[in-house]
Structures are given as structure tokens and as C-alpha cells.
């Protein structure tokens, strides 16, 4: 008879395709049931972080929910960092796990529902008789809340005959939050009059915009009022109209572009958080500008703004296109008078800095041209890790949409999940290259699962390694209040060797010119190519504009 894991195990498979994870005695039978009773896919990782990161990057770059599994004790304390990464991403997520027998702790267990609660994810427990009911309960409650969920197995009922698994019902998910009531079609029907009267009317969109579908509706609300956009640094590539849209907002925009953010008087946000970086650190708009948020969010996520809706960003944005076309108002023609393709312009580097070391930006420069010249590394998604150097693929590497780019480890801080995320969007997306960009120190952080990205994208994997010695944003801010400067430095590691010792090729970029591999690498057959690593010797002398509004704000 099928046992508690194998109902575990068959249930989710109904749901969830991917399994990320590192075997052990908690989750040995869950896995077993997984290979022998399902179609699931299981990958192998190397760090059980690796696994929830998988699994996290898998979400991102396809919008389906995939699982993580680990074992009870310490496979479940290693998931912790990624773990409260996703939650803080808000990224569906279900993480398997064994746990301790229900009649009571062993000397090595630990509270693991406590752990998890601690990091903002919620536990459901499976028992002989609940398995089946409690998995569709875990899946249910990731998606419709979009968080990551522990689903523990006790280690005594692992075992358990648990009789035929039942079948599964649907999913219950909620509908998206309409604006209906009264008050929010008020609401809506006064910002449809403020935005149709607006004469710089801006749009700023994020990666709650994407994730309900709102792009074609926001590039009809654009069109229709004249507006200039912009996006959050997890919504690139979401309004149709390139020409007029200034990129992204914050550290990571050109300088003559937030001047123009500035300028607007009536500014609305749809599905995007405002942090401090998006904001710069509340400097993104002028006093007196009319800043509105759409989000499903409870309440405005920041004082400068001043009128709040709460609904789905493409209902929102559907609805406010009906009313300003009803008022019967010509678009403002204000991003027809400015040049926004000059207001983008980036810096364009030195090639060299004065310490002898490439300059980034001219190697971010370049690895975007080349990486634009193929149709291979064309369709392409982008994996960031946490640093830095996050500045110079946001602002150098075009993005065809904000599922094309992900910057995990940013929502919580971390370094050192850029690694394991590859073999996660590389099974989302199977016939696009995955190109990672990671720095010195996240990479050795994440060294175990090197083999994992090389094992599993292969010929479609690529990683640029920012390699400056340092841990760079420290340097950058510790540095130079004059902190002493040892336990901000890395000895310079070999990433290329350490590449070419699990199966990939690793080059050592000392000069510009080194970077011609990745066009002849384009160019092969993926099937036949290897994983390439570049590994940029940069210098850690030039920072990246959000690093110095960073150094700004703090000194």
C-alpha cells in the first residue's frame, strides 16, 4: 500500500512538475515515491540552500510553482537563508522536508516550525490519515498568498502505509482583486480624470504589474494619456513602447532620465513596493506631484504617496483606460518633446582603471553587444546574485521582460544564491541560455552547486564572474569611512580553473579582447558547447551609481 510519503510524493506531482533537493534519511521516502510513483522531475542539488533557491528561480523565470526538499535537522537549517529570501521576494514556493517523530524530539532535532515561522513561512504537517488533503492545502496556501511553504513529513509516519491515494480536487485560488466597490471605483474614476488632465503624466510599473498581466493594458493607459514610463528594477521590458520609456527607476537609471521622473505632476505606480532603492531613498518624484499606488498590498508602501488604490494593476489599469477614453482627452504629447533615448545614456568606461584592472562597465558594455549578436544568447534569461556589481547587468544588458531577468538574494539582503539559481531557471525555460552574473564573493558562497549549474544548463549555462578581490560593496562604504580594509578583501581566486574542474570552460578575462570567446562560444551548437564561465578581473575602484547614493545616504 502506497505510504504517507508516496501520498505526499503523488499529490504534489499533480501540481508541481520540478523537485529541487538534497537526499537524507527525513526525506529519503518522499524522494524514492517521487522517482518510482511520478512524472516529477527531480534535480539533484549540492546545498540544500541551493535547492529552495532552485526553486525559487524556477517560479521566477516561468511563473509555476516548483518544490524543494531537504531532510529534518540540519538539511532544514541549511534551506533558512533562501528560505526567507523567497519569502521576502514573495515567491511561491513548496519546500518538502522531513521533521521530528511525533512522539517527540530526538536529541539532533530541532523546532523547525519555529524556524520557519521566524522567517515569515508557514509549516503544515502531514499525518497518516491528512497527506494527501495537507499537500493540496500546502500548494494552495503558496499560491494564493505567494509564499513559500514548508510541508514536513514526520520522520515516524514516513513509512506508514497510508492506503490508496485519493484523487486531488482543484486548486482554490482567489480571483484577481477587482475594483468594484464604491469607494475604489470612485477612486479609480478620479484618477482617470487626473491623469487625462495631467500635462507630464508618468507610469512606473514593478514585478506585481508583470505577475498579474497588466502590459498590454498599461501600454493602451500610456498611449492614451501621453505618458513617459519606467519600471521597478523586477519589471524591465514590460511596457510595449521602448521609445518612451526611460528605463529602470532608481540607482540603477540613467541620471538624466530620474531628472525627467521629476518633472512629472501626476505619477502612477502599479505593482511595485517602493523601496528606498526604487524611490532614491525619496527623491524619485518633486514635491507636489499627485503619486498614486495600485497594489493588492493593504495599504500605500510609502509616505509620498498620496492616494492609494487597492486592485489588480491590470484591472486597474483596464479600468482607468475605459475612463480616460470615455473623458474623451488627447493624449499630453509630452514624451513626443523629449529625447528619452539621450536621457538613457550610461556612462561608457575606460576600458582600464588606474590600478591596472578592467574597468566594469566597459566590460558589462561589452558582454551586452556580444550577447545581443546571437540568436542563441539572444533568448536568454539573466540570473543575478547579490553584490556590487548588481549595477552593471541592470544597466547595461537589455531585458525582453521582467521574467528574462531575476536578482535573487536582493529582497533579503544576502549574497551567495547566484550559483544554484541556474539549474532552477535553466529547467523553467529549456530552450534558453541562462546567464548568470555573480561576484567573487557570493560565487565561493555558493561553490557547492557550481556542479549543479554546470551539470544541469551544460552548453546553455553561461556566468559572468565579477572578480575584484573584495567584497565590493563594502568596500565601497566601509572602505572609504575608513574601516580597516582586511576583512572587506578575497586573495584572488581562479573562478576559470574551478569552472574547468566540474566540466565547464573557464576563461581568465585580463583584457578586453578576452571576451571574443563568448562570441565563438554563441555560435556553436548548445548541444555540443560547454558551460562557459568569464571570469572579468575588475577593478573595484569604480562604483556603480546606486552604490554611491548608497555611500550618499550613509556618510
Known amino acids: 500500500m502506497p505510504s504517507v510519503s508516496a501520498h505526499v510524493a503523488?499529490?504534489?506531482?499533480?501540481?508541481?512538475?520540478h523537485v529541487f533537493g538534497v537526499m537524507g534519511n527525513g526525506n529519503a521516502y518522499f524522494l524514492d515515491a517521487i522517482e518510482r510513483d511520478t512524472s516529477a522531475r527531480y534535480t539533484a542539488m549540492r546545498h540544500e540552500a541551493g535547492a529552495v533557491a532552485a526553486a525559487d528561480a524556477f517560479h521566477r523565470a516561468s511563473g509555476r510553482i516548483a518544490a524543494a526538499t531537504a531532510t529534518y535537522g540540519a538539511g532544514f537549517t541549511n534551506t533558512l537563508t533562501a528560505l526567507a529570501e523567497s519569502v521576502q521576494a514573495r515567491v511561491p514556493l513548496v519546500l518538502v522536508v522531513g521533521d521530528e517523530p511525533t512522539s517527540g524530539p530526538r536529541p539532533w532535532d530541532v523546532d523547525q516550525i519555529a524556524l520557519a515561522s521566524g522567517v515569515g513561512a508557514r509549516t503544515y504537517t502531514v499525518g497518516r490519515a491528512d497527506a494527501a488533503a495537507t499537500t493540496v492545502i500546502a500548494i494552495e496556501h503558496a499560491l494564493a498568498y505567494r509564499v513559500p511553504v514548508v510541508l514536513a513529513i514526520p520522520y515516524d509516519v514516513a513509512?506508514?502505509?497510508?492506503?490508496?491515494?485519493?484523487?486531488?480536487?482543484?486548486?482554490?485560488?482567489?480571483?484577481?482583486?477587482?475594483?468594484?466597490?464604491?469607494?475604489?471605483?470612485a477612486a479609480v474614476a478620479e484618477l482617470a480624470t487626473a491623469l487625462a488632465s495631467a500635462e507630464r503624466p508618468f507610469l512606473l510599473a514593478g514585478r506585481g504589474a508583470w505577475l498579474s498581466g497588466a502590459g498590454d493594458a498599461l501600454g493602451e493607459l500610456a498611449d492614451a494619456v501621453g505618458a513617459v514610463t519606467a519600471t521597478t528594477a523586477l519589471g524591465r521590458g514590460l511596457f510595449p513602447r521602448a521609445e518612451f520609456d526611460l528605463g529602470v527607476t532608481g540607482g540603477f537609471g540613467a541620471e538624466g532620465a530620474m531628472e525627467l521622473v521629476r518633472e512629472a505632476d501626476v505619477a502612477v505606480v502599479f505593482g511595485a513596493g517602493l523601496n528606498q532603492f526604487t524611490m532614491r531613498f525619496g527623491d524619485l518624484f518633486a514635491p507636489?506631484?499627485?503619486?498614486?499606488?495600485?497594489d493588492t498590498a493593504p495599504a500605500a508602501t510609502h509616505p509620498h504617496v498620496g492616494g492609494f488604490i487597492r486592485g489588480d494593476a491590470a484591472a486597474v489599469a483596464r479600468a482607468l483606460v475605459d475612463g480616460v477614453r470615455a473623458s474623451g482627452a488627447a493624449p499630453s504629447g509630452w514624451r513626443e518633446s523629449v529625447d528619452v533615448a539621450a536621457l538613457r545614456a550610461r556612462e561608457p568606461g575606460e576600458g582600464r582603471a588606474a590600478d591596472g584592472r578592467l574597468d566594469p562597465r566597459s566590460v558589462a558594455i561589452r558582454v551586452g553587444e556580444l550577447?545581443?549578436?546571437?540568436?542563441?544568447?539572444?533568448?536568454?534569461?539573466?540570473?543575478?546574485?547579490?553584490g556590487h556589481f548588481i549595477g552593471w547587468a541592470n544597466m547595461y544588458w537589455p531585458v525582453a521582460s521582467?521574467?528574462?531577468?531575476?536578482?535573487?538574494?536582493?529582497?533579503?539582503?544576502?549574497?551567495?544564491l547566484g550559483f544554484p539559481s541556474v539549474p532552477g531557471a535553466a529547467a523553467a525555460l529549456p530552450d534558453?541560455?541562462?546567464?548568470?552574473?555573480?561576484?567573487?564573493?557570493?560565487?565561493?558562497?555558493?561553490?557547492?552547486?557550481?556542479?549543479?549549474a554546470v551539470r544541469v544548463a551544460a552548453g546553455r549555462g553561461l556566468a559572468v564572474m565579477w572578480n575584484d578581490g573584495a567584497y565590493g560593496a563594502e568596500v565601497n562604504l566601509y572602505g572609504l569611512k575608513g574601516l580597516a580594509p582586511e576583512p572587506m578583501l578575497i586573495p584572488e581566486v581562479d573562478f576559470a580553473g574551478l569552472a574547468s574542474s566540474v566540466g565547464a570552460e573557464g576563461v581568465a578575462v585580463r583584457a578586453l579582447d578576452d571576451l571574443d570567446r563568448l562570441a565563438?562560444?554563441?555560435?556553436?551548437?548548445?548541444?555540443?558547447r560547454p558551460f562557459l564561465l568569464l571570469d572579468c578581473r575588475v577593478s573595484t575602484s569604480v562604483i556603480a551609481p546606486y552604490q554611491q547614493e548608497i555611500v550618499r545616504i550613509n556618510s
Open 288 to 294: 507636489g506631484a499627485k503619486v498614486v499606488q495600485v
Open 10 to 17: 503523488t499529490t504534489l506531482a499533480r501540481h508541481i512538475r
Open 402 to 416: 521582467p521574467d528574462r531577468m531575476m536578482m535573487v538574494g536582493t529582497a533579503f539582503q544576502t549574497i551567495g
Open 371 to 386: 550577447l545581443e549578436s546571437h540568436e542563441s544568447t539572444r533568448n536568454r534569461v539573466v540570473v543575478s546574485d547579490g
Open 520 to 528: 565563438s562560444w554563441a555560435a556553436e551548437p548548445a548541444a555540443s
Open 159 to 185: 513509512q506508514h502505509d497510508a492506503g490508496p491515494v485519493p484523487d486531488s480536487p482543484p486548486l482554490r485560488l482567489p480571483a484577481p482583486l477587482e475594483p468594484r466597490d464604491p469607494f475604489a471605483a
Open 432 to 452: 534558453a541560455t541562462v546567464v548568470l552574473t555573480t561576484g567573487d564573493g557570493g560565487g565561493l558562497m555558493a561553490l557547492a552547486d557550481l556542479e549543479s
